[in-house]
Nanobody
Framework: QVQLVESGGGLVQAGGSLSLSCEAS????????MGWYRQAPGRERELVAD???????GYADSVKGRFTISMDNDRSAVDLQMNNHKTEGQAVYYC?????????WGQGTQGNVSP
C-alpha cells in the first residue's frame, strides 16, 4: 500500500507564489502517475495538474503558464509550484496517486489566496 503525505499550502496574496509537495511512502515504485486536484467551497473537485512516471504532464487550462508540476523520483514525490496565484485558486488541494489501478488521495492541504 502507499500513503501520501502533503505539505505546503498556507496563505498567499493574489499574484504571489505558493508551493505544495506530496510524498508517497510504502510501495511507491508501483505508482504510475501523480497529480494535484483542488476543491473550492461549493464546487466539485477539479484537476489542477498531473504527471506520469514517464514524464507526461497535463494542466488545467486555468493554470497553464502559472503552475508547474514536477516529479522527484528520488523522494517519490510530486511538487506543484503555483505562481501568480489568483483568488479563485483558493481551495483545498489534494494529492492523487495512481497505484496499481487504484486512485489514492492525500488528506488535503488548504491554499488561501487573499485579494
Amino acid at each position: 500500500q502507499v500513503q501520501l503525505v502533503e505539505s505546503g499550502g498556507g496563505l498567499v496574496q493574489a499574484g504571489g507564489s505558493l508551493s505544495l509537495s506530496c510524498e508517497a511512502s510504502g510501495n511507491s515504485f508501483s505508482v504510475s502517475a501523480m497529480g494535484w486536484y483542488r476543491q473550492a467551497p461549493g464546487r466539485e473537485r477539479e484537476l489542477v495538474a498531473d504527471i506520469t512516471s514517464g514524464g507526461m504532464i497535463g494542466y488545467a487550462d486555468s493554470v497553464k503558464g502559472r503552475f508547474t508540476i514536477s516529479m522527484d523520483n528520488d523522494r517519490s514525490a510530486v511538487d506543484l509550484q503555483m505562481n501568480n496565484h489568483k483568488t479563485e485558486g483558493q481551495a483545498v488541494y489534494y494529492c492523487l496517486a495512481n497505484y496499481l489501478g487504484e486512485r489514492l488521495w492525500g488528506q488535503g492541504t488548504q491554499g488561501n489566496v487573499s485579494p
